[in-house]
């Protein structure tokens, strides 16, 4: 049976569903049988859903009117130099 | 129940990629707005200072379209978009810290950091028992308290849903070493979110 420590190391990838189903049976034996890594195991599950249910808040109006004008500047700028003609002919 | 009248074409990145390549700037805007949300909540998670991020999302968007034609495809747009924006906001980080002498992508790795000190079960589902400005606070201390190296391998992957192998690619790091941040970066999470949400009265001897 796995120890404590060594399930905390492959803990990450058992969350992400990356181990392989040997070591992912070896995981879950620890966990149904170690009252504290059960917990640990539970907590840290919770911490990754909390963290995804986090918003991405539009960008402010101002900020994204900056990054336009900054943007269309770069554009034109670009433009202009693909347009102006070749030097040292 | 109604079927809408138009129907909006799906987004096509690399579709929009080459577009944009072939000095079609409005293709370029369209990719600027349908990832400026996204980069913008990363610059913030990791530089965690509202105006450092306005920063990095127009410096992220400007090399992008200035280095445009550098962009391969060997990768996906949108990983070439976050290695930028994480260089960017590293940069700021840097430039904040009056202490320059330690890397800020090279954490002193002693393994002690692998550590459980909170075990307790957790009180009603948080996002229930606090409003969305409170949880929002209380998540954004815990990543705070991230070292930087940790936090941005937390943000690209657990927030921004990049892939292991993404977040290696963005971050230009081994996919062990973006592994071994990851557990860190959890277990600390875990921890921090633990005091805040165990249940009350519960403690570890009961599990002893």
């Known amino acids: ?89 | 129940m109604s079927l809408p009248t138009t129907i909006a074409p799906p987004f096509d990145e690399a579709e929009l990629v080459a577009k944009a390549k072939a000095g079609d700037s409005g293709a370029f805007s369209d990719l600027v707005e349908h990832y400026e949300r996204r980069v913008f909540r990363m610059a913030k998670q990791i530089t965690q200072n509202e105006e450092d991020a306005e920063d990095v999302l127009q410096e992220t968007f400007l090399k992008a379209y200035s280095h445009l034609e550098d962009f391969q495809g060997n990768s996906k747009f949108y990983t070439w978009l976050v290695r930028i924006a994480v260089n960017e906001a590293l940069m700021k980080l840097r430039k904040r810290r009056s202490d320059k002498t330690v890397p800020l992508d090279d954490p002193i790795d002693t393994g002690e950091d692998v550590v459980v000190r909170e075990i307790a079960v957790w009180d009603d589902d948080p996002e229930q028992k606090y409003s969305r400005e409170e949880l929002g606070e209380i998540l954004n201390e815990a990543i705070q308290s991230l070292k930087p190296a940790y936090r941005t391998v937390f943000v690209l992957r657990d927030i921004e849903e990049l892939s292991i192998e993404e977040t290696s690619e963005a971050l230009g790091l081994s996919i062990s070493a973006v592994k071994s941040r990851l557990l860190r970066a959890r277990l600390q999470l875990r921890e921090k979110l633990t005091r805040q949400f165990r249940r009350k009265g519960d403690d570890a001897l009961a599990y002893l």
């Open chain 1, 1 to 89: 049976m796995l120890t404590c420590k060594q399930f905390l190391q492959e803990l990450s990838d058992f969350l992400d569903e990356s181990v392989d189903p040997a070591l992912r049976a070896e995981v879950e034996r620890h966990v149904n049988q170690c009252p504290n890594c059960w917990v640990v195991c539970d907590t840290a599950r919770k911490t990754l859903k909390v963290f995804k249910g986090m918003d991405a808040h539009a960008v402010p109006e101002h900020v994204q009117r900056k990054l336009l004008s900054a943007l269309e500047k770069a554009i034109a700028d670009k433009k202009g130099v693909d347009a102006s003609p070749p030097v040292g002919h």
